[in-house]
């Protein structure tokens, strides 16, 4: 099938939402009610918007800094984080062409992290990181850590508001995150486009949706992420572009939501283009946080009204995630299972 076309980005379909005033005061009714009613609009129609938090801005130049400075190293010295080395815990480096999000290999390159902890147990993807040395110094550990107690407020401000606006019929979601969110942090580098390189089936990241909640996203100004999105004539599929919009992250819904709201809540399909990308010096970065549910809350669907409902029918990829019964840990094993299928059958795998 030929490829949709690409559309520039409207701000009709991506709104940027200020929620500085959410996070500053919680509780604040007010922040509350305007921010929940935007975001439960923007969740219904694209399920793509922007949030303007106040993040530190040197905290995410320092990130990036040290980001470049650990992509430009050789994959030998990269390697001396490699994913492998962390077993169960799914932290640390991965070479460019081991990740399969969409069944073929992406172009980027990045690093694992999850919540720093001395975890020794069976649990899946719980552990301590592993931090990169370069020169005899750690890199990249303060900025991250910073950056996700910073990104898991934001997370837990987001569901409260959109809970709160959902109405009696979210009181259970609560559960699903505010005692032990699944977090997951990750940085990603991909490499600039090569001409000689001319497969325009290749991606940054493949067409994919997202397995959780919410996916908060800092990507640098190079561009290259797209959304999939109905053609305005509805009789087929249009790719729109995301752009950079300074002093913003983006955000964007997974599978475990849209299950949550009987597909009221969209998990948008979207990639990163190899391809027809803007040819950089330096690689492309990007920065998604994943803010999840915990890994045992069950895949229940909210109890609403039969005319609340609106039924995921036609997704991308055939699945109805609403049709998935057991819990969020399994959910997400499944997916592992598919995107690193080497190393999930060697070190993940927690049931034959
Ligand atoms: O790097 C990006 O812009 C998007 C990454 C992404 O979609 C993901 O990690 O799920
Ligand atoms: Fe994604």
Same mark, same amino acid.
């Given at each position: 099938?030929?490829?949709?076309?690409?559309?520039?980005?409207?701000?009709?379909?991506?709104?940027?939402?200020?929620?500085?005033?959410?996070?500053? /005061?919680?509780?604040?009714?007010?922040?509350?009610?305007?921010?929940?009613?935007?975001?439960?609009?923007?969740?219904?129609?694209?399920? +793509?918007?922007?949030?303007?938090?106040?993040?530190?801005?040197?905290?995410?130049?320092?990130?990036?800094?040290?980001?470049?400075?650990? #992509?430009?190293?050789?994959?030998?010295?990269?390697?001396?984080?490699?994913?492998?080395?962390?077993?169960?815990?799914?932290?640390? +480096?991965?070479?460019?062409?081991?990740?399969?999000?969409?069944?073929?290999?992406?172009?980027?390159?990045?690093?694992? +992290?999850?919540?720093?902890?001395?975890?020794?147990?069976?649990?899946?993807? /719980?552990?301590?990181?592993?931090?990169? =040395?370069?020169?005899? /110094?750690?890199?990249?550990?303060?900025?991250?850590?910073?950056?996700?107690?910073?990104?898991?407020?934001?997370?837990?401000?987001?569901?409260?508001?959109?809970?709160?606006?959902?109405?009696?019929?979210?009181?259970?979601?609560?559960?699903? +995150?505010?005692?032990?969110?699944?977090?997951? #942090?990750?940085?990603?580098?991909?490499?600039?486009?090569?001409?000689?390189?001319?497969?325009? =089936?290749?991606?940054?990241?493949?067409?994919?949706?997202?397995?959780? #909640?919410?996916?908060?996203?800092?990507?640098?100004?190079?561009?290259?992420?797209?959304?999939?999105?109905?053609?305005?004539?509805?009789?087929? #599929?249009?790719?729109?572009?995301?752009?950079?919009?300074?002093?913003?992250?983006?955000?964007?819904?997974?599978?475990?939501?849209?299950?949550?709201?009987?597909?009221?809540?969209?998990?948008?399909?979207?990639?990163?283009?190899?391809?027809?990308?803007?040819?950089?010096?330096?690689?492309?970065?990007?920065?998604?946080?994943?803010?999840?549910?915990?890994?045992?809350?069950?895949?229940?669907?909210?109890?609403?009204?039969?005319?609340?409902?609106? /039924?995921?029918?036609?997704?991308?990829?055939?699945?109805?995630?609403?049709?998935?019964?057991?819990?969020?840990?399994?959910?997400?094993?499944?997916?592992?299972?598919?995107?690193?299928?080497?190393?999930?059958?060697?070190?993940?795998?927690?049931?034959?």
């Amino acid at each position: 099938m030929a490829d949709p076309s690409t559309t520039a980005c409207t701000s009709s379909l991506f709104p940027v939402i200020d929620i500085r005033e959410l996070l500053l /005061r919680d509780g604040d009714a007010k922040a509350l009610r305007e921010c929940g009613e935007q975001l439960v609009k923007a969740c219904e129609n694209t399920g +793509f918007f922007y949030v303007r938090t106040g993040v530190r801005p040197g905290l995410i130049e320092s990130l990036s800094d040290a980001a470049h400075k650990f #992509f430009a190293l050789s994959t030998e010295e990269k390697e001396t984080i490699k994913m492998a080395k962390s077993g169960k815990s799914w932290r640390g +480096f991965f070479k460019v062409g081991d990740e399969l999000t969409s069944g073929k290999a992406d172009q980027k390159e990045g690093i694992y +992290f999850g919540r720093e902890e001395n975890y020794s147990g069976e649990m899946p993807l /719980r552990g301590p990181n592993l931090w990169p =040395e370069v020169e005899g /110094r750690v890199l990249l550990k303060d900025d991250v850590l910073e950056y996700m107690d910073f990104m898991r407020l934001v997370g837990l401000r987001l569901m409260g508001a959109i809970s709160k606006a959902l109405g009696a019929g979210a009181a259970c979601l609560d559960a699903h +995150f505010a005692e032990n969110p699944t977090e997951l #942090f990750r940085i990603f580098s991909y490499p600039s486009p090569r001409k000689e390189e001319g497969d325009a =089936e290749v991606f940054g990241v493949g067409e994919h949706t997202d397995y959780g #909640f919410l996916t908060l996203l800092y990507q640098d100004q190079t561009g290259g992420l797209q959304v999939k999105i109905p053609s305005e004539d509805r009789s087929g #599929f249009q790719w729109i572009e995301v752009p950079f919009i300074p002093g913003t992250h983006v955000v964007n819904l997974g599978d475990a939501l849209e299950h949550y709201t009987h597909g009221r809540f969209k998990a948008t399909p979207h990639r990163v283009i190899y391809h027809g990308r803007r040819a950089t010096k330096k690689p492309r970065l990007s920065f998604p946080y994943f803010f999840d549910p915990c890994w045992g809350a069950p895949m229940t669907p909210m109890p609403l009204d039969e005319e609340g409902r609106s /039924r995921t029918s036609g997704r991308w990829d055939g699945a109805d995630p609403t049709q998935f019964e057991g819990i969020y840990g399994d959910y997400l094993q499944r997916k592992i299972s598919r995107v690193f299928p080497q190393l999930f059958a060697q070190a993940i795998r927690t049931t034959s």
